[in-house]
């Protein structure tokens, strides 16, 4: 293995083991040391690659931009677009360490830097985005702004999944938001559309929905 | 002042204390040393009354269940009832500090009690009471399950004031609330009553809506 492949490797490693620690403990209570001993990694390869556990927690906390953000739904419809976005979401906190850790880190943010909004922005925008999408298609209201619908989803998601993951262990995720989604389609979409979308997500949307 | 008296005073003193320190960083960050000092009481005496950092955190925790949650709405409706008591909701995070950090500790639950959601449990049945009064109104939708709704309202005002809380300081909290609401009533009520609902509150409801 080429020196940089290696590095790429051992970095990867160390990313893995201090997502399960944060996924765990969350930032304040995760030790370093911990880190380092999950991740399986030296102390020395550790200091090479960061400098802090804050500069570790920031990476982890991007690794939530690397999702693929274009769902290809079936039905072409970019309201339902955004609707199977969010059951991606879900399923990638169900299954995947590195995003719940993330997302966990995210929530916390307040914990260890202090108003900093990227993660929320971010978000905001890719949905605000999607939905302005959908209202060009005719699907969202006209009188609804995409910024406001956008606001809803990010804030609701964030909350539906905190009190899915406290209560069951995030075991009725998909179908918390399926009725989220149930009860907030005929607000914002047009008639037609809130009757053709699929709030649990196209059927077509591989999940493993299991439970 | 009696001796019981004393004792309740510095009791008030200390959870005011702890209520600031955890609001400011959080339960793990948040040191004994720190709310000691924050008080302004002896060490003894903050032994007496608390034994560990999680058993004052509890006792802070607690204290929002103490909020009236019987809100006198002038219309009558339950439906507007629940509405307006997510805006007090919002007001009291806006300027009380042991809601606040009440509101913070259930948050990070995960990190000092693990999956206990007592807190939860208890704003989903107090929730569902409202609900099923709304639905026995005529306002809820038949098809509706007050449980479900209930669901929906914790959980996304549980992440929609957070939202608000790191991009702006909650300064927007009571105008996102209200477009939520206002997204989320056709689906949820019947026509009459998504159409008299207040989705901003009713304006009788005195809560100096400052931003």
């Given amino acids: 293995m080429a020196q940089q492949e290696r590095a790429i490797a051992t970095r990867r490693r160390l990313l893995m083991g201090a997502a399960e620690v944060f996924d765990e403990r969350g930032y304040a209570a995760a030790s370093i040391n911990e880190i380092q001993e999950r991740s399986g990694i030296t102390k020395g390869a550790m200091y090479f690659h960061f400098k802090s556990k804050a500069e570790i927690a920031n990476t982890v906390m991007a690794a939530q931009t690397e999702i693929p953000l274009e769902v290809r739904s079936p039905s072409g419809s970019p309201l339902q677009q955004v609707i199977d976005f969010t059951h991606v979401l879900a399923h990638r906190l169900r299954t995947d360490v590195l995003f719940r850790a993330s997302i966990r880190l995210t929530v916390e943010q307040g914990t260890f830097q202090s108003d900093d909004s ?9 949905f605000t985005r999607d939905l302005t999408r959908a209202q060009g298609a ?14 809803s989803v990010v804030g609701s998601f964030t909350g539906i999944q905190m009190l899915s993951h406290v209560t069951c262990g995030r075991r009725d995720l998909h179908q918390r938001l399926a009725c989220w989604w149930q009860q907030i389609l005929p607000g914002i979409a047009m008639p037609d559309a809130a009757a053709e979308a699929r709030p649990a997500g196209s059927p077509e949307l591989d999940l493993s929905y299991e439970t």
Wanted: net charge negative; aromatic share 14%.
């Fill in 118 to 126: 990227d993660m929320y922005d971010w978000w905001l925008l890719a």
């Fill in 138 to 151: 005719g699907e969202l209201r006209e009188e609804m702004s995409p910024e406001d619908v956008a606001a």
